[in-house]
């Protein structure tokens, strides 16, 4: 689960992580309020407005329907002009940037509705620096990871100068250790209070990476300002899902309006979905199944539409479900079924597929391959059902069908 970087930064700074004040809007009125407040507390007449969605590269990103315009503005009118001309350049912006749809490097081409802003305190920026928290799956501990080259996308800095990203494994029972933090700090360049204020932080982030089980932490850039203050100037953060029912508080921070559509709804029917960009829908039951199935159509030429496990107790009501999910996507030119019955039987998968067929059509091509529990009761209904369905008789033979039926 993803949250916004407004909530981000509130729950750091309920943990004494520093962060820049800042207030969320929804309406324009909302966002001039903020300004007032934000210059006297801090007593600089520059302020930032950003544009709240669940994905990275804001600052680069623009919107549709202002192509001049970035989710990331600094607002320095405040400087020669007060903080009326300040208010002024926060409403002209929220009018802009609320209600349209900004186009960032992770959002692909679609973009995403911005429907907050988050209007926050400037900051003197003496240095801008990298810093994460991600749970490395290899080894089953969370990993923390710094750079000098903040407000650069990390992957060009992994790609280019790979050796500029400094690593630390944390041991899960004694967190981050001093030495660990240090070491850390040290290689950022930092020294004086900004040495100190940098260890603290880095101890305090790695604490709560393993109090709230984040998958994820980054922040970029980590600003080191002109008296020596460290402090996250951009938050991104994502929670493991399986973890959420011990963190009732962060569960609450869900918004459902960033999320997948066809995600959300197969959650409701217990279907494990992700989306993915390619063309070959596929019905699986099985995790392991269900990454072997990807694997296979890429080896033979197409790409997977998405990730669906169906899951061992599905019934067929579920399948109809899944089945409607998949050929909902404009994107699908053929459907890939493809089972081993165990617990989940063949005869079920089979009548999902029918009864969904018979209620949406079918309009792309379609391959099942059936295997195991009561496998020839399932090839029955399929055969008896009327439908144009290709059979296979092993997972590569599907593949290689449903690919060259889907050209």
């Known amino acids: 689960m993803k949250i916004h970087e407004y909530q981000a930064k509130r729950l750091m700074a309920a943990r004494g992580i520093a962060v820049p004040e800042g207030r969320v809007a929804t309406t324009p009125e909302e966002a001039v309020a ?14 930032v407005v950003k544009s709240q969605i669940h994905a990275g590269g804001r600052g680069k ?39 349209s749809t900004l186009v960032t490097i992770q959002t692909g081409p679609e973009g995403k509705a911005v429907n907050r802003l988050y209007v926050e305190q400037g900051v003197a920026i003496a240095r801008e620096l990298y810093l994460s928290v991600v749970l490395d799956r290899a080894t089953g501990r969370n990993l923390m990871m710094a750079s000098t080259e903040g407000g650069t996308e ?44 940098g260890v603290r932080f880095m101890k305090a982030l790695a604490a709560f990476a393993s109090d709230l089980d ?59 979905f992700i989306k993915l960009d390619g063309s070959i829908g596929c019905l699986v039951n099985g995790a392991g199944l269900a990454m072997a199935t990807m694997d296979t159509i890429k ?28 050929t909902r996507d404009p994107n699908v030119k053929g459907i890939f079924v493809n089972i081993f019955g165990g617990i989940m039987k063949c005869d079920t998968i089979a009548d999902g597929v029918v009864a969904a067929v018979k209620e949406v059509g079918l309009q792309v091509p379609l391959v099942v391959r059936l295997e195991g529990t009561n496998v020839e009761l399932g090839k029955k209904i399929i055969d008896e059902s009327g439908l144009n369905v290709v059979s296979a008789t092993d997972m590569k033979d599907g593949a290689q069908k449903i690919v060259e039926a889907a050209r």
């Open 299 to 326: 080896q033979v030429g197409g790409e997977p539409a998405n990730f669906l496990d169906v899951g061992g107790g599905a019934t067929t009501e579920n399948v109809t479900a899944a089945f409607k999910i998949i």
């Open 61 to 99: 990103g623009r919107f549709k329907e202002h192509a001049d315009l970035g989710g990331v503005t600094v607002v320095t009118d405040g400087i020669q002009g007060g903080v009326e001309a300040a208010e002024a350049k926060v409403r002209s912006l929220a009018e802009q940037m609320l209600g």
């Open 154 to 197: 990390i992957e060009e800095v992994a790609a280019e100068t790979p050796e500029k990203i400094l690593r630390e494994t944390i041991d899960p029972a004694v967190g981050l250790a001093d030495f660990q933090a240090r070491r850390l700090a040290l290689g950022l360049g930092l020294e004086g209070d900004a040495l100190k204020n």
């Open 34 to 47: 903020a300004v007032r407040p934000l210059v006297e507390a801090s007593g600089s007449p520059v302020v």
């Open 214 to 272: 984040t998958d994820l932490i980054e922040i970029n850039p980590l600003v080191v300002t002109e008296s020596g203050d460290v402090m996250a100037l951009d938050g991104k953060m994502g929670f493991d899902d399986n973890a959420l029912a011990r963190h009732p508080d962060v569960a609450e921070l869900r918004d459902e309006t960033e999320e997948n559509a066809a995600e959300l709804e197969a959650k409701e029917f217990g279907l494990s």
